[in-house]
């Protein structure tokens, strides 16, 4: 280092006993010549001080004092909470509470009555019902449909919709059950008008559905409504009955019309749940979905909005009863042709009463304006063809006519169509 001024407060400005040219605090000079020897020079302590303080050995033997208090205490906290982590653990593991984890939930309590799922519950029809609902398969050199049945015999017999199977040349049918066995069948037969066929499987021993009784149902009676909607199987649905006697024309052009004085519902129903059963909530079949309402134009974009109609299950049961006994249904008349739409006013208007007719044995004519049947209000001609053939041959109903400007009521035996 050069020689000249310093600056103050780092020591001596001469060597002390001429040991070292740098002063005390030299190793903390930031300009000290790094490869210089350097020493630490300490001043000499002041004389008379008092005796430096003892130094206690750590390795010398200790009396005895407090160490076994203190040993007694912590070996009582060890204890303490071995005990507290395992009164803790057992109360976890019996509440369910995972190892390091927050208990969540509340504490249990009994279920709720409908956990218990009781038989007229929709969950208790559903699990009654549904091994008796299949999804129903057909396929031919045109093409392959799907639809829903249900079986209403013991040894086979499954009641679809007629649209469900139609169609021409060889076709095949498999039904597929809700636990996903199947059983081939072949048609018994079918009645384009009604829409209602049959298929006989080849496979017995199966659970029938129970029959209800479609006439003794009311609106607002809640209902479920079973099939495979879109090709998904074992779908359950539930609304109510949203109106009785709904009567409705339908066919595809060049096609059979087909007439039905519907059970309206709001269940959810859409393709592939023709030919399902609607069910009431004692588990009794009232109706076979056939038909919805739809905003769309194209069928095949077309879906639940709410109005889906069925046909009601007396209809269907007889329907399938003559197909089954002697290979076609038959068709209820009154005896009369009617003018296609609507009349001036309300009613339906009779062009031509047929010769010895159940009309004509009624008393009514040519011209006559028939307004009800059974109190049902009667538009337009549908309604009246609709209405006569959801009441089996021989039924007797009340028809309510007007002749000129006279109201007149009579009673008609209603016979069948010979075809």
Known sequence: MPAGPRPTGYGPAAPVNGASPWWSDALGDPWRDPHAAAAVVLPPGPTGAAEPEPVVDPDAPRPPGNRSVLLVAVVSALLAGLLGGSLGYAFAARNGIGGGGAALGGNGASPPAAANRPPDSVAGVAARLLPSVVTVRVASSSGSSLGSGFV???DGYVITNDHVVEGGGTQTFTAVFSDG???SGKLVGQDPESDIAVIKLARSGLTPVE?????QIAVGDPVLAIGSPLALANTVTSGIVSALDRTIQAGEPGGPVRYYAAIQTDAAVNQGNSGGPLVDMGGRVVGVNAVIKSVSADEQSAGNIGLAFAIPINQAKRVAQDIIGTGKARRTVIGAKVTEGR???????LDTVEAGGPAQ???LRAGDVVTRIDRHPLEEATDLIAMVRKYAPGSVVTVEFRRGT?????????????Q
């Open 181 to 183: 066995s199947t059983a």
């Open 152 to 154: 209403v015999s013991a």
């Open 343 to 349: 009349t001036t006013g309300s009613g339906v208007r």
């Open 361 to 363: 044995a009624a008393g």
């Open 406 to 418: 006279e109201t007149q009521t009579a009673s008609v035996t209603l016979a069948a169509d010979a």
């Open 211 to 215: 029959f209800g009784d479609s006439d």
